[in-house]
Nanobody
Framework: QVQLVESGGGLVQAGDSLRLSCAAS????????MGWFRQAPGQEREFVAK????????YYAESVKGRFTISREYAKRGVYLQMNSLKPEDTAVYYC????????????????WGQGTQVSVSS
């Protein structure tokens, strides 16, 4: 099992920046990919970004490309999401996720989930 704990959410204004952190513990050696999803009220959970644990290659949803940056800290088994130029439509609960194999950007491709952290962006 892998445990994931997110932190760093909060309330900001449009145009501000925020950095989310995710700490992984447990059987982290099985992790191949770590990523972020988000879920706005009344909407389905959607992919935001992911990073290959071994190569560091990153992938983004079109809606955040150029504004968000995902990174990993290999030694600490942590993954981060730097969010710049935030918009009200970025308001959601952000979930950290981990996968034991590299797949697509769907929820079913990820095996472990954190509890989520709220990000609210006011206009």
């Amino acid at each position: 099992q892998v445990q994931l704990v997110e932190s760093g959410g909060g309330l900001v204004q449009a145009g501000d920046s925020l950095r989310l952190s995710c700490a992984a513990s447990g059987r982290t050696s099985s992790t191949q990919v770590m990523g972020w999803f988000r879920q706005a009220p009344g909407q389905e959970r959607e992919f935001v970004a992911k990073v290959s644990w071994n190569t560091g290659n990153s992938y983004y949803a079109e809606s955040v490309k150029g504004r968000f940056t995902i990174s990993r800290e290999y030694a600490k088994r942590g993954v981060y999401l730097q969010m710049n130029s935030l918009k009200p439509e970025d308001t959601a609960v952000y979930y950290c996720a981990a996968a034991t194999k590299f797949g697509d950007n769907l929820q079913r491709d990820f095996d472990y989930w954190g509890q989520g952290t709220q990000v609210s962006v006011s206009s």
